[in-house]
């Protein structure tokens, strides 16, 4: 995406520490930095990332580090359960350097603009939605305070009035992206057990609606994808050059466009890329031999986003699948030799303890490799938030509770502690020492980390109920040695 060059400008891009006491989901490589990174860099501009969550850096280390390099531009991502951090990186930035444009971007920012920049003077300019293309076009027109209004996408102060742009077009041709500038990032760090697992974006914008995602709000209602080249290109470079070990899709539904999956998958055979993958997408937008072709391709894991097992709670939050799709997806993809992993949410305005029940019975009975129970979370910019606030239940406005472990709102018919006890009961079931030999008897990757994930998870429950004796421990016991004997370190990787 080549724009005419100007003056270039010394840009830092920061990923905020977490804060004490915020709850820390397992870290993910910021991606969408590592484009704005490569875009950036690739039209003439000086480009830092001071990746403060890999790198365990607190916030008087980014103001010292940000001092360093005094740049021009600071811009910061956010997420809900990270925005008090953001706020407080932006905080930082203008204490280090008084002359630098503070920018912040990213999902919550995007909703929650005009009410950033009222309550946080250190924030300049908030960039909405995809940022690639006004991040750069903001860079080369920061030197002129007028052309800020010719700038599409952004919210910023003038005239102590706040001004937001018009939305900003959507890139239609997502080949025309550099590759995500990796070498900015401390690789090392993101390793699962021992692993290199890179993540890999080949598609953007939703066409389904769902109620408690903005996806479409972001990224648009039309899907717009990279073509099955591209996408294996970037592939073998994850390999080559940075020892991608395996892939993670982060595509919201990779399958939605069937011919591009089949051709990725035969590219992935053809090329002998020979690692293997994980993906999600919807239980509507697979079939046997879809996830058979996937399955030769390297694929491990797919993740299905089911969301309940009762139909109710499903028309609810606007899925437009049923409970038989849900089932005969799961079937498909453990026929198929597939690693199965589910989502659920759990509290969602409607749900009963009878509601809840059937789902819980559902996943018992289709029996998942793993399962993500979500508490329903009413993040700006979805119709759960705005539905919750038009019924006039108290929801929380602390972000960093907002990180789908928590109850945030009150649910009438089903109490916070009851979704508490009850997420707590299910885990402490499903992650039996029954489930443990289960995973290991699979010999594949994520089978191996999830027999680790339960075995810590049992392991905390026997230290936190002070339990030290009884069959269980012994099982654990023999257990642990056997984890250690077949997983630590993790086995290569055999070709496909």
Known sequence: MPMAKRKSVEIALVNPPILEGVFRHQLYLPIGLAYLAAVLEGNGHEVTVIDCQALE????????KLASLEPGVVGITSMAPTIRSALLSALVAKEACPDATVVLGGPHATFMDEQILNEEAAVDIVVRGEGEQTLLELAQNLSDSKSLHTVNGITFRSNKRTVRTPNRSFIQNLDELPKPAYTHFPLERYRLFGRAILPVITSRGCPFQCSFCVTSRIFGKKFRARSPKNVVDELEWLRDEHGAEAFSFYDDT????????????????????????????????????????????????????????????????NK?????QNEKAIRWAKDAGLFVTLSVIIGYPGETRNTLKQTLDFIRRVKPDDAYLCVATPYPGTALRTLIENIGWKMSSDWSLYDTTTPVFENPDLPSEDIRKIRRAFYDSFYSPLYVFRQLLKRNFYGRIMARTALNHL???????????GKISEKLLNTKVKIRQKVVPPTPFKKT
């Open 320 to 324: 437009r699948t049923s409970i038989e």
């Open 57 to 64: 850096i607190d916030h008087w280390k980014l103001r010292a």
């Open 459 to 469: 392991l905390w429950r026997i230290k936190s109920t002070g339990t030290s004796r």
């Open 254 to 317: 990779l399958t939605f466009d069937k011919k591009r999956i089949y051709e990725i998958c035969d590219e992935i055979k053809n090329r002998k890329v020979g690692l293997p993958w994980d993906c999600q997408t919807r239980v509507d937008q697979v079939s046997i031999a879809l996830l058979a072709r996937m399955r030769e391709a390297g694929c491990q894991q797919i993740f299905f986003g089911v969301e309940s097992g009762c139909q109710e709670i499903l028309d609810a939050v």
